[in-house]
């Protein structure tokens, strides 16, 4: 489902409640960002309606994936007890 479709789906909703309520509230369902369709006006205040998003609508581009990884390297550390009390060393320091 696409942001469209559930505004849609929860104006007509809302139009519903209202006219069943008798409720003189404003719905205006032009957004007033063009930038998101979800939007609208509800009694003079912005409103959005939430939808489930599916991963499926979005188009994924393999060339956002050509990066390598390079994971931090350490030094294994060499550990002892001594009367108790722990004390790490790096082996790399101690040789």
């Known amino acids: 489902m696409r ?11 809302m139009h519903v409640d209202l006219t069943i309520g008798g409720m003189a509230v404003a719905l205006d369902p032009v957004s007033p960002d063009p930038r998101d369709p979800g939007k609208f006006v509800l ?12 991963g499926w609508n979005v188009p994924i581009s393999p060339s956002w ?4 990884i390079f994971e931090p390297h350490r030094a294994p550390l060499l550990v002892s007890l001594h ?4 004390t790490c060393h790096d082996v790399a320091s101690s040789r």
């Open 3 to 13: 942001v469209g479709e559930a505004k849609d789906l929860v104006l007509d909703q």
């Open 43 to 54: 009694d003079g205040k912005i409103a959005r309606a939430i939808h489930h998003f599916s």
């Open 65 to 68: 994936f050509r990066w390598k």
């Open 83 to 86: 009367s108790g009390n722990v």
